[in-house]
């Protein structure tokens, strides 16, 4: 089945330790999106590329940074997690051609010492 | 910007009855998006039902309708004949229209409980 993956599923890291999130995709849909969700919030969005465009939100930190290689992959660079940065982190992708609604990967849970 | 509020935080329904999940926004936007995402404990967010602003009539999916009151800036989640695997977190979600647009913006969230 065409689906939004992301590994690991939990990720455990150590304060200031930078850490890889990945997501693949085998929609070839044309935009990926990185989400940040703490506990009993709404996920916030990070940034999210069409194509190779990056587009980041204005308030997204420094220490988030993304790499997209190609169509299917992209990851999520934390380069020096904090304790605040503990959260679910979920991966989305659009087709990018109006139809909007996104597809959801299960998330990845980091977890920060 | 636009804000999305979900003014209730849990709620539940006993199996096989139905149950309304409410949804206001603010935009100043004349074409946008609407979506339930469900989010399922410990599994992933799926879409549920969206509608298109520009429609008039309410989108349906199976036991899932919406009320979608374009005026009032009000988009409810109507759950009919609830079932268990319904248990989770629903997002009320809004996206407008434009070239490059693609934010999904959030309400916070209603946790429903299916009660057997």
């Known amino acids: 089945d065409a689906m939004v993956i992301q590994n690991p599923r939990y990720q455990v890291t150590q304060f200031g330790k930078p850490v890889t999130l990945s997501c693949s995709q085998t929609?070839?849909?044309?935009?990926m999106y990185w989400y940040q969700q703490k506990s009993s919030q709404a996920p916030k969005l990070l940034f999210h590329y069409y194509d190779k465009d990056f587009n980041n939100e204005a308030d997204t930190p420094d220490n988030f940074q993304s790499r997209r290689p190609n169509t299917s992959f992209c990851f999520l660079d934390i380069r020096s997690p904090g304790l605040g940065d503990a959260a679910m982190y979920l991966c989305?992708?659009?087709?990018?051609?109006?139809?909007?609604?996104?597809?959801f990967g299960p998330g990845t849970r980091l977890l920060v010492l | 910007a636009q804000t999305v509020t979900q003014s209730q935080p849990e709620m539940s329904v006993q199996e096989a009855e139905t149950v309304t999940l409410s949804c206001t926004y603010d935009?100043?936007?004349?074409?946008?998006?609407l979506f339930w995402y469900k989010q399922p404990p410990s599994r992933q967010m799926i879409l549920v039902i969206r509608?298109?602003?520009?429609?008039?009539q309410n989108a349906t999916e199976n036991r899932f309708s919406v009320n979608f009151q374009k005026a009032a800036k009000s988009f409810s989640l109507k759950i009919s004949d609830s079932q268990l695997g319904d248990t989770a977190m629903y997002f009320c979600a809004f996206m407008k229209l434009g070239a490059g647009s693609y934010q999904l913006t959030f309400g916070k969230g209603t946790k429903l409980s299916v009660i057997p």
């Open positions: 509608q298109e602003a520009y429609k008039q």
């Open positions: 929609l070839n849909h044309n935009v």
């Open positions: 989305a992708t659009s087709i990018g051609q109006g139809q909007e609604t996104q597809y």
């Open positions: 935009t100043s936007e004349n074409n946008y998006y």
